[in-house]
């Protein structure tokens, strides 16, 4: 079972950024998807970006422009980078990884097995 833990959360100024990371204790063997998912107060947990080990990367629609999914297979890192926060930003972050089924990897939480306990960032207006 891959071990997933991110680390960056804080607060943040409105229209700052904020750097995010997940340290994945072994890149899983094979096709694999890495994501991350973030859950605001209240509300349900829904994707942010997801990336193949194929190079393949997704983004949320509403999101895309300000957010970058990235990693360093060397350091066996996954980060994302968001930029020009809003107070709808705040929420907790996960990462998760799961096997890579089809062509892309999905933005559904079912697409993915082992998650990270998360991080909290919360922007401040």
């Known amino acids: 079972q891959v071990r997933l833990m991110e680390s960056g959360g804080g607060s943040v100024q409105a229209g700052g950024s904020i750097r995010l990371s997940c340290g994945i204790s072994e890149l899983p063997s094979g096709n694999y998807c890495l994501a991350w998912f973030r859950q605001p107060p209240g509300k349900e947990r829904r994707a942010v970006a997801n990336?193949?080990?194929?190079?393949?990367?997704r983004y949320t629609v509403s999101l895309k422009g300000r957010i970058t999914i990235s990693r360093d297979n060397a350091a066996n890192t996954l980060y994302l980078q968001l930029d020009n926060l809003i107070p709808e930003d705040t929420a907790a972050y996960y990462c998760?990884?799961?096997?890579?089924?089809?062509?892309?990897?999905?933005?559904?939480?079912?697409?993915?097995?082992?998650w990270g306990q998360g991080t909290q960032v919360t922007v401040l207006s």
């Open positions: 998760a990884a799961g096997p890579r089924r089809y062509t892309d990897c999905h933005l559904v939480q079912s697409s993915y097995n082992s």
């Open positions: 990336l193949g080990e194929n190079g393949s990367i």
